[in-house]
């Protein structure tokens, strides 16, 4: 018998099967139990020790040959199978994907986050304190009496109603009535930031009615001018993540504090905004004014339950939505209180950037 | 304050730069404001004689001169004023120099053709006066070639911001002895002389409010001519920015700005029978200087004679009885008023006044003999006239005030070392007395020091804080111990949790207006309602952080935005114990109109709808620390709500955590929203702390070894039965084996009887030590089924 014409045939059939349906018939008719190759294989039995030894080895190559050949056929049509399928399956992948909603943290608190953070590295707590307050402790224990001209200058807005002792009710002015609170809380010695929301009755281009401010408070033994002077220096650089910050004080008055100091800061102008930096002398520098200050006020601490003659310290005061401003560019502070998601987007920040000190309390634009 | 250089060189001999002296003045707590250099503006200009005027060539009205400037070759100059003519000597702007009116500065240029150096000026284009009907002519020998800002005079004028505390530099003089002290020149003395009195002072004078009005001087003083004042005293009134009136006004304002001292000079003839300070009476009127009718009260001191009141006391003084042009007989008015009292009275009155500015603050109670005096030698010396005799009814308050002082304050509190013999220099030229053992008396016109650390601030602020060294606070060892409190910990995750959501956060107003507290404060017992309001819109303080984010949301989709997500984090202003209030930290949140835009996937835009708000709801809870499987959904959102799209989140049926849903069509048609509002308020406040110190450790868990089995259910229930109490009966249907179910179907309709609702959910069992038999499972069911069965609900077949 012919085995190399009859392995031709064989293979020549399994090339042209056209789909995988054709070639399991195939497979069928050659190798399956009744298949011709098979049968083939069953006549090995029947012949002698030597025509087996010739004969054998061509069978089973003839076997082996078709078999390969179904094999790598079934191969090739799944291959063309799975590519015309994924070619059908093709997708534009310039359409758009489904859209997910991009928040933000409002300027305010990202920097309020950055004055925590900062400040806790110098041992600064956070207080708070009540929006409506009583004039004592707005006023009064600030060492703000009822007839002080310094009373007019906070523009106040009051409410009808009186507390339990009399108090007249309003809206605290200033975040100072905390640096009484915490020391009538707490007792000495005290490190806390106090930030929050203010209010004054004005309102124009740059003056809105509700504003923030960040009070500071230090009452130790043994503190000066000049631990209030590091403490500011230290944390404007912290805060600006400038070294060349240089700080101006001039002497000022504020009822709560004696001596008082105003505190200017150098700043140049670069592409028509200030940036802080540099001695305010230099030229193409100035100063602006940044912060209040002073030495607490002997009666101040008096009225928050402490021995002046035992505790001395000092306070600050800085409004957080200039120093925003200052910071991340904004111009306009009625924006900050709009909620216009534009703006918002803008200049709000992504919420993983959580400010740390490893990492920098501040996020670059 | 504002004041001239050579008004402040009447009191200080100094030969420092204007620049020197305003920078000195900010060193030392006198804040410049500005500094106008009238010298700086007319840099450019100088003094210049026409030589030569001829016709232009090419244009009518034109001239062409030849212009002597002192220097040089004359300069050939385009002219168009009517009255240039040859041998006037007139001001020539030079190329370079800014033409104060209008700003530009001068080119050299070609007119119609003719080259012109320069402009000759009008008083206009210099900001010097009206005219402009011609150039400037000066008199014939003005010395051609000099700078005419050195010619004409120019006299730079401060404006410094005083501080309530110091009313003895509401004069130009107590300017001059801080910065005299400070050293830059010498003070000049006072030249109070005593005037003596020809005639015993005619009108009697007396107070009857000793409390208000401690101490009363005057004179009469006979026969003035009352006209305009002379220049210098004009010029210096204009350089404080006040309008010169008549010599006899302003010779009393001229006291005042130079020395702190108010006076007022009262038309002798109005007067009749004794004047005297007394209180007012209430309702009595005062017709004021400023043309304005003032209602008083008994609480205010005023000065009247027999007829009436002619002086709100220390603030302004009356129409009727002031100084004219016809007056010739004037009593003079020095007087020392109870700081206190002219505050009150200028707050209720809503008046101010330089006057009172100074009475507020407390004027020198030594100085009302020498004020008198120097406006006595100043009025005789103008407008001519006889004085009377002083005549002094009460005596002004003492105060002085002794202060045991340490040197060693100034380091120790003031933060420099300065050397006793300095700081007592200091001290000496600021008109304080310190004795061997530093008990230091404070002068009389310094009302604002009362104790040591004043006496520090005097000392450190004229030896200057620039001497002031950055000193390090204390550190506590090793790394810095955390400071934020539970509460500040809360808001800071539950802040960006909500923003990692999409949403933005928005800062809005604390205040409303009263109707929208009103709708949203339901239950909350009373708004707080400012007295004084900037505006209606402002009044009321937010009993809830919804209303300002619907407003937010309105304006942004009047702006065009389709969908939005904003959030806040404040607080409600609720009413709380003895009068106080009652703030509650809250997280508002509102979802506005599209969630998700037409798509090409998607398509049609999706709006927000309840759950989106439930979603919200949940999430931050669980982010808050709330233990959100223990809540219960219930009603009662609110009336700003959708009712059958609303719900409450609580622990326990009294514990409200959150409320969310639908906002009410009602509500939203009030703040003109026209797109459906899901929205949440979650009270943080509400929200219960974790009991006992924090412990890092979680507590142990290995996950099963054995895989969890699912099973579905499908029920039919009551229409109305909700569909959490179905998966809360079947949860807790077998606590052992059912960790978890999840309801994934809900359908009504074919195959579904009226009335009823197939509710299907899926529960997963974990099988403990060893995996579940067939009859495990099934007794499971059944319990499943049981428990369901209670709710009236009936397994599918």
Not at chain 2, 234 to 259: C, E, F, H, W
């Amino acid at each position: 018998m012919d085995y190399a014409a009859t392995r031709d045939e064989a293979l020549a059939r399994v090339a042209a099967a056209q789909d995988l349906g054709a070639l399991e018939a195939l497979r069928v008719e050659f190798l399956g139990k009744q298949g011709s190759i098979s049968g083939l294989l069953k006549t090995l039995g029947a012949m002698s020790a030597e025509e087996r030894q010739t004969t054998g080895p061509q069978i089973h190559a003839l076997r082996e040959g078709v078999s390969d050949a179904l094999g790598a056929r079934k191969d090739a049509l799944e291959t063309a199978a799975l590519d015309a399928r994924l070619a059908s399956e093709t997708v534009d992948l310039t359409l758009p994907a489904p859209e997910s909603a991009r928040g933000s943290v409002h300027p305010v608190s990202q920097v309020m986050d950055e004055l925590a953070e900062i400040f806790a590295d110098m041992g600064f707590a956070v207080a708070t304190g009540p929006e409506i307050e009583d004039d004592w402790h707005n006023f009064t224990a600030l060492n703000i009496p009822e007839s002080h001209p310094a009373r007019a200058m906070h523009d106040t807005f009051y409410f009808p109603d009186r507390d339990a002792d009399g108090r007249a009710m309003l809206l605290r002015t200033h975040t100072s009535p905390v640096q009484i609170r915490a020391m009538l809380a707490d007792g000495a010695p005290i490190r806390i930031i106090a930030p929050g929301r203010v209010y004054r009755s004005d309102s124009d281009a740059t003056h809105t009615p509700m504003f923030h401010q960040v009070e500071g408070l230090v009452i130790d033994k043994g503190i000066t001018l000049g631990h209030l002077k590091w403490t500011l220096e230290t944390f404007l650089k912290a805060f600006f993540e400038r070294e060349d910050i240089v700080l101006r004080l001039r002497p000022s008055y504020f009822p709560f504090t004696e001596p008082s100091v105003e505190v200017d800061v150098g700043f140049a102008i670069v592409n028509g905004k200030r940036v802080l930096g540099g001695s305010g002398d230099a030229p193409g520098h100035g100063w602006m004014e940044l912060l209040g200050s002073g030495m607490v006020n002997r009666k101040v601490i008096a009225a928050g339950g402490l021995d002046p003659d035992e505790w001395q310290g000092f306070a600050f005061g800085a409004g957080i939505d200039r120093l925003a401003m200052l910071k991340y560019g904004m111009d306009d502070l009625r924006a900050f209180f709009d909620g216009d998601v534009r703006w918002l987007a803008h200049y709000g920040f992504n919420p993983n950037d959580v400010p740390t000190l490893s990492g920098g309390v501040g996020t670059a634009a | 304050m504002k004041f001239s250089l050579s008004w402040l060189k009447d009191h200080l001999e100094t030969e420092a730069s204007a620049e020197a002296i305003a920078e000195k003045l900010s060193a030392i707590g006198l804040e410049l404001e500005s500094l106008e250099d009238p010298a700086a503006r007319l840099s450019g200009f100088v003094v210049a004689r026409v030589l030569t005027a001829e016709r232009h060539p090419n244009a009518d009205k034109l001239q062409v001169l030849s212009v002597d400037t002192g220097e040089g070759q004359p300069l050939q100059v385009v002219c168009g004023a009517p009255n240039a003519r040859a041998g006037l000597v007139g001001v020539l702007g030079l190329p370079g120099a800014v033409v104060p009116a209008g700003g530009f500065e001068l080119k050299k240029s070609a007119i119609r053709g003719v080259e012109s150096n320069g402009m000759m000026c009008s008083t206009r284009e210099l900001e010097l006066g009206e005219d402009h009907d011609g150039i400037i002519e000066l008199p014939g020998d003005a010395p051609v070639g000099t700078a005419f800002a050195a010619y004409h005079g120019s006299d730079p004028v401060f404006d410094v911001a005083i501080t309530p505390n110091r009313p003895d530099c509401m004069g130009v003089y107590g300017i001059a002895r801080d910065l005299a002290a400070a050293g830059l020149g010498t003070l000049k003395p006072i030249a109070a002389q005593a005037v003596p009195g020809n005639f015993p002072c005619p009108m009697p004078i007396r107070t009857d409010d000793p409390e208000g009005c401690p101490a009363f001087y005057g004179r009469v003083i006979r026969g003035v001519k009352n006209g305009p004042s002379p220049q210098w005293i004009q010029d210096r009134l204009k350089s404080a920015g006040q309008r010169p009136i008549s010599a006899l006004v302003d010779l009393t304002n001229y006291v005042m700005l130079a020395y702190g001292r108010p006076a007022h000079a009262y038309d002798l003839t109005q007067l009749s029978g004794a004047v005297f300070a007394r209180r007012a009476r209430d309702g009595e009127t005062c017709l004021a200087l400023n043309g304005k009718e003032y209602t008083l009260d008994a609480a205010m001191t005023v000065i009247a004679d027999d007829n009436g009141v002619h002086d709100i006391a220390g603030i302004m003084g009356g129409e009727h009885s002031g100084c004219t042009e016809a007056t010739s007989d004037v009593l003079l008015e020095v007087a020392y008023f109870d700081p206190v009292r002219i505050g009150d009275t200028g707050r209720k009155l809503n008046l101010t006044s330089d006057a009172r500015q100074r009475f507020e603050r407390g004027v020198d109670p030594a100085f009302l003999d020498a004020g008198l005096e120097l406006l006595t030698t100043l009025i005789v010396e103008i407008c001519g006239g006889e004085p009377s005799e002083v005549i002094r009814a009460g005596e002004p308050p003492k105060g002085t005030k002794v202060i045991a002082y340490n040197p060693v304050m100034a380091e120790t509190l003031g933060g420099v070392a300065i050397a006793e013999g300095e700081q007592r220099a200091i001290l000496h030229a600021l008109g304080f007395a310190a004795d061997a053992q530093w008990n230091v008396t404070a002068p009389s016109w310094r009302p604002d020091v009362d104790g040591a650390p004043d006496i520090v601030e005097e000392v450190v602020r004229i030896h200057g804080l620039d001497g002031v060294a950055s000193t390090p606070l204390p550190r506590t060892d090793g790394v810095v111990r955390p400071t934020a409190t539970a509460v500040q910990r809360l808001e800071r995750k539950v802040r960006r949790a909500v923003a990692a959501r999409g949403l933005n956060e928005a800062i809005t107003w604390s205040f409303l207006p009263e109707a929208e507290a009103e709708h949203f404060a339901e239950g909350n017992g009373g708004l707080w309602l400012l007295a004084n309001p900037i505006s209606e819109e402002m009044k009321a303080m937010r009993p809830s952080l919804l209303p300002g984010l619907l407003s937010a949301a309105r304006r942004n989709l009047d702006r065009g935005a389709a969908g939005l997500g904003l959030f806040e984090l404040g607080r409600r202003y609720l009413r709380g114990p003895s009068g106080h209030s009652d703030e509650r930290l809250t997280l508002g949140v509102v979802l506005a109109g599209e969630k998700t835009p037409r798509g090409w996937a998607s398509g049609k835009a999706q709006m927000f709808d309840a759950f989106d708000a439930k979603a919200e709801a949940l999430a931050l809870l669980a982010e808050a620390g709330a233990p959100v499987d223990n809540l219960q959904v219930m009603g009662e959102a609110g009336a700003q709500f959708h009712p059958g799209q609303s719900a409450t989140l609580r622990l326990g049926p009294k514990t409200v955590l959150a409320r969310f849903g639908m906002v009410h069509p009602a509500t939203l048609k009030h703040f003109d929203v026209d797109v459906p509002v899901a929205a949440v308020e979650l009270f943080l406040d509400a929200i219960p702390g974790k009991r006992g110190a924090a412990t890092f450790a979680r507590m142990h868990y290995a996950p099963p070894a054995l895989q969890a089995v699912k099973r579905d259910f499908a029920f039919l229930v009551d229409a109305a039965l909700p569909a959490g109490d179905l998966v809360r009966a079947v949860r807790s249907a077998d606590k052992a084996n059912v960790v978890a179910v999840r309801l994934f179907d809900d359908f009504r309709g074919q195959g579904v009887p009226e009335g009823q609702k197939s509710l299907a959910v899926e529960v997963t069992l974990q099988p403990g030590e060893k995996s579940y038999d067939e009859a495990e499972l099934k007794a499971i069911a059944e319990r499943i089924t049981a428990a369901a069965a209670k709710l009236g609900a009936m397994l599918r077949g």
